[in-house]
Each structure stands twice: as structure tokens, then as C-alpha cells.
């Protein structure tokens, strides 16, 4: 007797979460608005996320038995990093793109870097960048929903355009903005189905607002003074409805491993992102700025960190 | 001095509400097992094994050599240092051996081991204290051996006599009683809220204080309302409802919870006007100035998968372990694991010859579903051991700068702010360890700093 005791550092005592049960969290939170990217673009987009998916699960098996690791397949973070690159690609996508890009966000971006939780960018984004500068065509090659998919514009390449005076076309309602009734990647479009899964990661305590309120708080403050023919004239509410803001508000610019830790850095995160997706809407040459903005905000995610680290309990002030 | 409007209003109305409440910690379950176990004294055992360090501070040197005769109450070690805690016989009986031995912290300390006569003859020494001002009651109580019995075993003289430039005007009572299974606390409240009350008389009587609050987690409902009607006529006792928070009871954030008053990194209670005692110190100060007998007896709760039979009990300090596990009915299984307190920052341990300490609350034994934690997997920055923090510490920073020893970097995150409470550690998906790194962190500085490293 007492021999076989087990003898460890408190606590003796572990909550029930799980990484696993987060990240399978994050799927079901983004099955609303993969939904209603099949809904809009037809079942060529159900194939499309198959294939991301599938390609990032099994990059992720290789590259770990290259590396003789310990495999993680299971961890389901793969899968999300999957799912978030189809719904960031646009419904007629070639399926080999696709899959490559699922190779470039697991091997290059997360392995290459140390796996989960190591990756300095979103994976999903950085793949779909590095698509976008490799395969510009494919990857604007935008379809209206329904059926007939014939080709279109999204609506923020139209209010681009419409800056430039070369109007053709009607702008879609916010109504249709808000359903996803528009051209756009196959999950960005329906701002519905993406604040469902959105409530349901707030309501599981996988996320926290300061990320995704700051940056669209951001954006719509700066497409509002900037955006228009004078200042304080801009159209903000289509700029907040349209293009990849929601998805990547919610989405992607709270990814853990690219984003602070503190409520502090994650403002300032927000509202990075959110000023430089509406600059480079309202001045670069792409129409979307949202990728960009967030890699380029989650390379600056350690020195957020760095000058964000909060006073101890009780070094601010006596009294409170 | 810094002068709370709130402490003023509360003081005025009976009841005070909860106004402030900490930021972080955790919601872990309460397994209360044991709330309605009545506490049950259990008799002498053949021998006990009475370790020399009992307390923060130095440790004892014993006054008793091997073959000596002892009485209950008897002093068998003392120190002349300022900060420790005379250590008396819980027994009548012949000493056996003054060896080291193992401690329930994992090391070896100096111990008197005591072959009990069974007869209980009490000590000529013990007869209730006499005082007249405070110097003379912080003096009996030293002499009581009395520490700190919520678990960390300050000693009580010292915290009574705070240095003069620091005016107390807050006495807190810690009640919370935030940590999984242990229900030694409650039992007090609800079998003697009397003695609590007259504890709390005394300190007003010798120290002066106008306010005192008793801190209670809203999870002990019948112990609140005992404690409200028995302090109802006394407008400076005040019983705050407290959140059922992890961790409601560190003391820190008690004091914020109670008065809104924050003590800063590396001070003390008494650097904002406050002490803080656990309830169960508070009524040992009234049966010691009735009685005179010292320190020599514990409630405990023994609880836990592999317990036959979790109750609440009476025992007789430096009882050993497997003593006290055969009283409550032996174990059901085999027992994987037994810590000496709370789940969240319990000491696991080593063998069931060590024996139970004054600030002993909780003895728990564990079967092996229980015992064994899930696998260590890698942080994926969720941020929320950095929520859980009631310190506002990053523990996942730190937990990074440990395994890299790196110890400019483990300053700059206030590593030695951490009151390892665990909370990080408990609500971590990813399963890391992150309390033990915060301890090798801060050992890692001490050996820097020890080595006139920067």
C-alpha cells in the first residue's frame, strides 16, 4: 500500500474541453454558411469543400509521418483549416487548385512552421493568397447564384468599378447581400448563415467579440468617412454586408494561433484589420482587401502581444 | 491609509451584497460530498508523527527527545524566530523517535514520533490565557501554535500584529470555501457559528477594528443564513454573499470581492487596512482563550472515488494518513491517488505515513479514472488559461519561457505573481501543465537570483 500512488502538480482537476471539441466546434459553426454556399452556387461547391478538406486532412497525415511526429489528424483542425479555405474560394474553382492550396495551408504554412498552434498566419489565408497572386484568373472567376452560374462581378469589384464611373450593372439589395444572393466565394456571401455560426461560437465560449466587432467597427468607420465622393459619405453598410468581412471577421481574424491573447491586443488586431481592409478596398487595386489585411495584421501578432502583457492583479491601482 | 466609501455603507447595513467580483478564474464543480456529514471525532491512534514545520516560516527545533513522557498540550517544538509557530503534543505518550521524516510536501522534516498511552492526560501548561492589552494576546496566541487553517499555515501572531504605520480597519473572514470537496469550513459555520461570533468579539476587543465581513460563497445557503441571524444584533459584522467562483477563497481576490480594495503584487492584506482569517481560526481564538488548549486538533474532510465512507472528522494532529482512511471505512479500490487538500491545489502524496498538519482541511484518495490526467497536447493559443488568470498573468507565455529557461522573459510576464491556484491549468483544451511550469519558473528564478544571476 502506497506504492503505486500517483504523485503530480496540482491541479488534480481538469475542465471537460478539448481541443478536438473546439475545433469541432468551428465546423459546425461554419456549416450554416457552407450550406448556403451550396445553396447559392449549386453542388459543385459541396465538391469543392470535399476536396479542400480531403487535401488538407491528408497533407497533414503525410507531412507528419515525414517529419516522424505524432500524427494529429485527429485533433480535427485540418478539417477546419479545410472548410475555411473552400469557403474562401471562389464556386468554380478547378478542383486541382483546390487541392493544392490545401497543400500549400497544411504543409507549407502549418507544418513547415511547427504544426498547430506554431503557424504565424491563418493557414487558409495565406494559401488562398499565395492562389490568388499564382492563379489570379481561376481565382476571380466569380459566378451569380443559382442554377444557370454565369458569370459575374461581386459586388464589391461593382462598387469598385462604380468609384470609376463605369456603371453597368445594378448593385444587389442588402437584402440579397444579407441572404448571400450575390457573386463571391463560396461562403463569404450569406452574412445570414454566417452570424448563425458565428452566435453559436459566442455562445460556446470559442470565441470572444473584441476581434470581429473592432474590425468591422473599422471598416465601416473608414469606408463611412472615406468611401464616398465627400467625406462622411461612404456607403458603409455595403461595405460591412458585402465581400469576405464577415466571414473573416468572425472567422478567420480570430484564428488562436495568428491572433493576441489579451482583450487589449485583440482590439488592436480588429481595428488593424479593419483599417486596412478598407484601404485596400478604397485604394489598392484589388476590390477585397479582408486576406490581406488579416495576414498582414498576424504577422504583427507577436509584437501585439509583446507590448500588450497586462499589469498583475492589484499593480494598476489600490483601489478600484 | 486608503478609505473605501463601500466598507463605510456595508458597515451600516446588516447584509451586504457582493460589489465587486474578480476577474477570471474558473467554474469548477463543487462536489460538496460531504456538506451534510455531521463532524465525527476520531479517538487516538497508536501513534502520531508530528513533523517540526507545520507553517510558513522557520521550522520548529524540537523540544522533546526520544524516551521523554508528553501530555496533551505539551510543547514539543518551538523556535526563537519571529515568524513560526510553537508545535504541541496532540497526545499523551512516549516519544519514540525525533528523526527526519517524510512531510506531506515531499521532503524530509525534522519529526517527533509519540507511541500514545491512550489516557489523554492534559499538560499543566494548558489553562486559558491571561492578557491585558495586545501585545500580551498576540503573545498567548503565539502560544496557541495557532496558524493559518485555510491551508497556508501563516502564522496567526504574526498576522495580528501588523507593523504600526499600517492602520487595519478591516477584518474579512474567509469563508468561501471556493475549493472542490472540502466542507471543513462549512461544518464550522453551521455547527458552531457561536464561536465564530465570539472569535470575532475578541479581534474587535484587541485590535480595534470597526468593520468586519464574513466572506461566504453563495453555494452554502444555510451557513449564510445561520451566520446572518446570529451576527443580526451586531451592526459591525457584516455576512457578504459571495459568487461561487474558483478562486473566491485566494485571498487577494477575497479581499477585492469583500471591500474593493486590490493588494498590490508582493504586499500584504495589511498594506490596504486588512486581515484576513479563515473561519475556522477565528473560532479556535475563542475556544483557546476559553480553555487553553493549543492547537492540537483538526476538522477534516475526507473525501474522494476510492473513500468507503467521505465524512467530516475530528482528528487528532500528526494522525497519520492510513489511520484516518481506515477510520472513514478503508478504501472501495485501490487508491490511485490521495492529496492532502482541495483538488485544485492539494499536494499529492508519496505514502500514507505522513501524517495530518494543522492546516490540514482535506484528505482526499482517488481511483485511477480520477487519478490519471489526460495527455499534455500542444497550446493552440486559445487565450483561455489568460481569462482564467484571476492575476492577470499570461500562463501560456510563461509556460513557454519555463521550458526554455528563459529568465529575463519569465520576469517580464510577473511569473512570481502567480498564486497557483490552477485555474489555468483547469480550464486549459489543450491539457498543458501549466501550474507546474509557473513552479519551475519561479524556482528557476530563485536559483538565478540565488546565483547573483540578474
Known amino acids: 500500500m502506497g506504492n503505486n500512488l500517483l504523485v503530480s502538480s496540482s491541479p488534480h482537476l481538469r475542465s471537460g474541453d478539448s481541443t478536438r471539441r473546439i475545433m469541432m466546434d468551428v465546423v459546425i459553426a461554419l456549416l450554416p454558411a457552407a450550406g448556403a454556399g451550396v445553396y447559392f452556387f449549386g453542388v459543385r461547391s459541396a465538391l469543392v469543400i470535399a476536396v479542400t478538406i480531403l487535401s488538407c486532412v491528408v497533407s497533414e497525415y503525410l507531412a507528419r509521418k515525414v517529419m516522424k511526429r505524432e500524427q494529429t489528424i485527429l485533433d480535427i483542425s485540418a478539417v477546419v483549416t479545410g472548410l475555411l479555405l473552400a469557403l474562401n474560394l471562389p464556386p468554380a474553382i478547378p478542383f486541382w487548385i483546390a487541392a493544392v492550396g490545401g497543400f500549400i495551408a497544411i504543409v507549407i504554412v502549418k507544418q513547415m512552421f511547427g504544426g498547430l498552434g506554431q503557424n504565424f498566419m491563418n493557414p487558409a489565408l495565406a494559401a488562398r493568397v499565395i492562389l490568388l497572386v499564382s492563379w489570379a484568373q481561376q481565382m476571380t472567376n466569380w459566378v451569380s447564384p443559382g442554377p444557370d452560374a454565369v458569370s459575374s462581378a461581386t459586388p464589391l469589384a461593382l462598387i469598385k468599378k462604380g468609384q470609376e464611373a463605369v456603371v453597368g450593372v445594378a448593385l444587389p439589395s442588402y437584402l440579397d447581400l444579407f441572404i448571400g444572393k450575390v457573386g463571391g466565394s463560396i461562403g463569404e456571401t450569406s452574412v445570414l448563415a454566417l452570424l448563425i455560426g458565428a452566435a453559436y461560437l459566442v455562445y460556446r465560449k470559442v470565441i470572444t467579440l473584441e476581434i470581429p466587432l473592432a474590425f468591422i467597427c473599422a471598416t465601416a468607420v473608414f469606408t463611412w468617412v472615406f468611401g464616398g465622393d465627400s467625406l462622411f459619405s461612404g456607403n458603409f453598410m455595403y461595405h460591412i454586408l458585402s465581400g469576405g468581412l464577415v466571414l473573416g471577421a468572425f472567422f478567420m481574424a480570430t484564428d488562436y494561433s495568428t491572433s493576441p491573447v489579451t482583450k487589449k491586443g485583440k482590439i488592436i488586431m480588429g481595428i488593424g484589420c479593419g483599417l486596412l481592409t478598407a484601404i485596400i478596398r478604397l485604394y489598392a487595386n484589388y476590390p477585397e482587401g479582408v486576406s490581406f489585411a488579416i495576414i498582414l495584421m498576424n504577422i504583427a501578432v507577436p509584437l501585439i502581444d509583446r507590448y500588450t502583457v497586462p499589469k498583475s492583479f492589484g499593480g494598476e491601482k489600490a483601489v478600484a | ?454
Open chain 2, 1 to 454: 491609509m486608503i478609505l473605501c466609501t463601500t466598507i463605510q455603507l456595508s458597515g451600516v447595513m446588516h447584509m451586504s451584497f457582493l460589489k465587486n467580483m474578480f476577474k477570471g478564474g474558473a467554474a469548477v464543480p463543487h462536489r460538496k460530498n460531504t456538506e451534510s456529514c455531521e463532524t465525527i471525532k476520531m479517538g487516538v491512534p497508536q501513534k502520531v508523527v508530528i513533523p517540526m514545520l507545520q507553517h510558513i516560516g522557520a521550522p520548529c527545533e524540537p523540544t522533546v527527545k526520544k524516551g521523554d513522557t508528553v501530555k496533551v498540550g505539551q510543547i514539543i517544538g518551538n523556535s526563537d524566530k519571529y515568524i513560526s509557530s510553537p508545535i504541541h503534543s496532540s497526545v499523551s505518550g512516549v516519544v519514540t523517535d525525533v528523526a527526519p521524516m517524510l512531510y506531506p510536501g515531499g521532503v524530509y522534516v525534522t519529526t517527533v514520533e509519540i507511541k500514545t498511552d491512550g489516557v489523554q492526560e492534559v499538560h499543566e501548561s494548558v489553562k486559558p490565557p491571561v492578557y491585558s492589552n495586545h501585545s500580551e494576546f498576540v503573545n498567548a496566541i503565539r502560544q496557541s501554535g495557532l496558524v493559518g487553517l485555510g491551508g497556508a499555515g501563516f502564522p496567526t501572531h504574526v498576522k495580528l500584529s501588523p507593523p504600526s504605520d499600517k492602520k487595519i480597519d478591516c477584518l474579512v473572514i474567509n469563508a468561501a470555501e471556493c475549493e472542490p470537496y472540502i466542507t471543513a469550513d462549512y461544518r464550522e459555520m453551521v455547527e458552531n457559528p457561536s464561536g465564530i461570533v465570539d472569535g470575532i468579539k475578541i479581534l474587535i476587543d484587541m485590535l480595534g477594528i470597526k468593520n468586519v465581513f464574513i466572506g461566504v460563497e453563495d453555494n452554502k445557503p444555510e451557513a449564510i443564513k445561520l451566520l446572518k441571524d446570529i451576527t443580526e444584533a451586531n451592526n459591525s459584522i457584516s455576512v457578504v454573499k459571495l459568487k461561487s467562483r474558483y478562486p473566491q477563497g485566494a485571498e487577494k481576490m477575497l479581499i477585492y470581492s469583500v471591500t474593493g480594495r486590490k493588494v498590490p503584487p508582493g504586499k500584504l492584506p495589511s498594506d490596504v487596512g486588512v486581515i484576513v482569517m479563515n473561519v475556522n481560526s477565528i473560532s479556535f481564538i475563542a475556544q483557546y482563550v476559553k480553555n487553553g488548549m493549543p492547537l492540537i486538533k483538526k476538522r477534516v474532510t475526507v473525501d474522494g472515488s476510492a473513500v468507503q465512507r467521505p465524512s467530516n472528522v475530528e482528528i487528532l494532529i500528526g494522525t497519520q494518513l492510513a489511520d484516518v482512511f481506515e477510520f472513514c471505512g478503508g478504501f472501495k479500490c485501490e487508491p490511485r491517488k490521495v492529496l492532502m487538500g482541495g483538488p485544485m491545489m492539494g499536494i499529492a502524496q508519496y505514502s500514507l505515513q505522513t501524517s495530518v498538519l494543522k492546516q490540514t482541511n482535506a484528505l482526499l484518495a482517488f481511483d485511477s479514472t480520477e487519478a490519471e490526467l489526460p495527455p499534455e497536447s500542444p497550446c493552440i493559443r486559445c487565450g483561455k488559461c489568460v481569462e482564467a488568470c484571476p492575476m492577470n498573468l499570461l500562463p501560456l507565455y510563461i509556460n513557454l519561457n519555463a521550458l526554455k529557461e528563459n529568465h529575463e522573459e519569465l520576469k517580464k510576464y510577473n511569473t512570481n505573481d502567480c498564486i497557483e491556484c490552477g485555474s489555468c491549468s483547469y480550464v486549459c483544451p489543450a491539457k498543458r501543465h501549466l501550474v507546474q511550469s509557473m513552479r519551475l519558473a519561479k524556482a528557476q528564478l530563485r536559483q538565478a537570483a540565488a546565483k547573483g544571476g540578474k
